[in-house]
C-alpha cells in the first residue's frame, strides 16, 4: 500500500524530515514525513498501519498532492480479513446485530472475494436520518471503523462496520431516512469458502431463541417520592456530560431527556425514568460519568407501580429474545468501544478547558467530529459550519485547522484582544461609503497590535551624530556593490544595539505572567520590520551580535526579498526579543513604534538629514539621525531608557568603540 501526500493547502512543499525507516512498524496517524511549505510545517499521517516497506521521497524533495511518500506493507495484506460479529448492541432493548449477506462464494478451499451487504442495526428507534457518511467508494475499510452517521431525536450514533474490506458501493446518501435492516454499503472483503462455511454454521446457533437474563431494579418502592436517575449502561468505562437539560425545580415528564453524554462512540440522550420535579443535579457540564453514578433527583408524582430496569445480557440473548421489555421505552444506544479508544478521548479531551467544553456542548456536531476536535484542542464554536441544520462536519473541522496552519503570522492565542468600541454610525445619510478589504496579513495582525491596550508604553527621543559614520560606509559600500551586497546604514545599527542589548538585558527581556518578574533571554533575535504591498511583516535576524556588519547585511537583503517575494516561513517570523522599524527615506521626523507583545522594547529609525550642530563656538553641519524608544513601563524606566538611547548614540558616532 502506497501513502501518499494529502492536501495540505499549497501547491508544493518540501520534505524537510523523513520520520520513519524501512523496516519500522507504524499505527494509523504515526507522523512519517514533515513537510514544510512558505506558510506552515507539516507533519503527515500514516493512514494505515502496518511495516515500512520502502521510503519514495529523500530529504529536501519537492513533493505536491498525491506524491507517493512511503509505501507499506499493511497489516491485513498477509491475511484474509476474519468474518465479524456485530459490536453494536442496545441499551435496555432488544440487541439486534447487523446481518452480512453474503452475495457470492464460490465453493473453493483457497482465498476468494466476496461481497457483503452492511446492514443498518437496531438502534432503538424505528426511523433515524443518516447524517454523514463516513467512508467513499475504494476506501479500504477495518472491523469496527465508523462507517455512517444516523440520528435520531434522540441520538446520534456512529454505526461501524461489521468486516473488513474495501467499498464497493454505498447504498444510501445523506439525509435519507433508513430503518433497521436497510442495506448501508457493499464491501468486497477476501476470504476463503470453507472460512465462509464454518462462519456460517457458527453463526445458525444464534437464530434460536433463548431467553434473556435480566436483573429488575426497581426505581421506585412507593407511590411518590424522591427518584434517582442513574448513568444507564453506555458500553464504554466512561462519558462526558456534554449538556444539562433541565434545572432545578422544572417539571419533568417520563421518558423526557433530561442529560446529554458523549463517549467517543455516541452522543446519547439519558432520558427521565419517571414523571415529576427535579429536586436536584448531582453532575456538571464537562464531568466525566460511568454507569450507575446519579444524575439527578426527581420527586416522582403518584404511580401504581416504578418501572424495572432491564439489563440484557449480550452474550447469553439471541436477536430473537421475546422477553418482555416492562415499560421501559427509552432509546438509549449502547456502543461498544475498546478502553483504548476511550483512553484516547480522555487524553484529547484535556486540550480544552471547562469552558470551551460547555461552548463545544451547544454546537451541533456527530460524534466523530466532537472527539477529532477534542483530540486536536478545537473550539467547534470557532468553526463555521456547511452542514444540514448548521452541523458541522470534518471537511469544515479540516478547513479551520488548515487555515490556522497557514496562516503567514501566529497570532498569540493567550489574549484576544477586544477594542471596545462601540458600532460604526450608518453613513448613508452622509454619501455612503466603499468598502475596501483588508489584506490577510493586515487582518491577523489586529488582534498582535489591539494587545498594545494593556500595555503602558512611553517613547523616549533622542538624535544620533552618524556624519562620521556614514563617510565611512560611503568609502565601504564600493566594494560590497561589487559582491552584489547592499550596505545600508541599518547594517551598522543592528551591530550597535546588539552589543548594547548584551549589556542592558532587561531590554530583551519578557514581563512573567504573574508580573513579579523579568524574564531574561540567553540569545539576541532581532525583528526588522519589513513593509510590503500587503502590509508590514517582521522577519528576525538570529544572533546579530555574533554576525559581521558584512554578515547582516546580506541576510537583511535576503529576509527583505523573501518578506517581498511572501516567502517567509513560519520560522522565520518567530522568536525575536527586540525590534527595529525603519522609515528609510519615506519621511518624516519622529514616530512611536508600538512594542510588539511580548517584548517590551522596540526602537524606531527615523530619516537622517543635515543640522547645525553648535560646537561651543561655532555651528557644524552634522548629519543626526533620529530614534525612537518606546518600551513598556513595567519593566523598563525612564532614567534607563534614557541611559539606553545615550550608550546608543555615543555608540553610533564613533563605531570603533564596539571594538572595545
Known sequence: MQITTPDIGVDKA??????????????????????????????????????????????????????????????????????????????????????????????????????????????????????????????????????????????TVEVPSVVAGIVESIEIKEGDTVKEGVVILKVKTAASASETKADAASAQPAKTETPAQTEAEPVAQGSAGPVEVAVPDLGVDKAVVAEILVAVGDTVEKDQSIIVVESDKATVEVPSSTAGVIKAIHVEMGQNVSEGIALVTIEAEGQTAAAPV????????????????????????EVKASVAAAKTAQNGADKLSKEQHAANANVYAGPAVRKLARELGVVLAEVKASGPHARIMKEDLVTYVKSRLTAPQAVPQAVAAVSGLPKLPDFSAFGGVEEKAMTRLQQVSVPQLSLNNFIPQVTQFDAADITELEAWRNDLKGNFKKEGISLTIMAFIIKAVAHLLKEERDFAGHL?????????????????????????????????????????????????????????????????????????????????????????????????????????????????????????????????????????????????????
Open 310 to 333: 432491564t439489563k440484557v445480557e449480550p452474550a447469553q440473548t439471541s436477536p430473537k429474545t421475546t422477553a418482555p421489555q416492562a415499560e421501559a421505552k427509552a432509546p438509549v444506544v
Open 512 to 660: 512573567s505572567d504573574d508580573a513579579k518578574s523579568i524574564l531574561l533571554r540567553n540569545e539576541i533575535h532581532m525583528g526588522i520590520a519589513v513593509a510590503t504591498p500587503d502590509g508590514l511583516t517582521v522577519p528576525v535576524l538570529r544572533h546579530p551580535d555574533q554576525k559581521s556588519i558584512k554578515e547582516i547585511s546580506i541576510e537583511l537583503g535576503v529576509l527583505g526579498q523573501k518578506a517581498r517575494d511572501k516567502k517567509l516561513s513560519p520560522k522565520d517570523l518567530q522568536g525575536a526579543n527586540f525590534t527595529i522599524s525603519s522609515l528609510g527615506a519615506i519621511g518624516g521626523t519622529a514616530f512611536t513604534p508600538l512594542v510588539n507583545w511580548p517584548q517590551v522594547a522596540i526602537l524606531g529609525i527615523s530619516p537622517a538629514t543635515m543640522q547645525p550642530v553648535w560646537n561651543g563656538q561655532s555651528f557644524d553641519p552634522k548629519l543626526m539621525l533620529p530614534l525612537s524608544l518606546s518600551y513598556d513601563h513595567r519593566v523598563i524606566n525612564g532614567a534607563d531608557a534614557a541611559r539606553f538611547t545615550n550608550k546608543l548614540t555615543k555608540l553610533l558616532k564613533d563605531i570603533r568603540t564596539l571594538l572595545i
Open 14 to 155: 518540501v520534505v524537510a524530515e523523513i520520520l520513519v525507516k524501512v523496516g519500522d512498524s507504524i499505527a494509523v496517524d504515526d507522523s512519517i514525513v514533515l513537510l514544510e511549505s512558505d506558510k506552515a510545517s507539516v507533519e503527515v499521517p500514516s493512514t494505515s498501519a502496518g511495516v515500512v516497506k520502502s521510503i519514495s521521497v529523500a530529504l529536501g524533495d519537492e513533493v505536491a498532492e498525491g506524491a507517493v511518500l512511503i509505501e507499506i506493507e499493511a497489516e491485513n495484506e498477509a491475511a484474509s480479513a476474519p468474518q465479524a460479529e456485530a459490536k453494536v448492541d442496545v441499551a435496555q432493548a432488544e440487541p439486534a446485530p447487523v446481518d452480512a449477506k453474503v452475495e457470492a462464494a464460490p465453493a473453493a478451499a483457497t482465498a476468494v472475494s466476496t461481497v457483503v451487504d452492511v446492514q443498518v442495526p437496531d438502534i432503538g428507534v424505528e426511523k433515524a436520518i443518516v447524517g454523514e457518511i463516513l467512508v467513499a467508494v475504494g476506501d479500504e475499510i477495518e472491523i469496527d471503523q465508523s462507517i455512517v452517521v444516523v440520528e435520531s431525536d434522540k441520538a
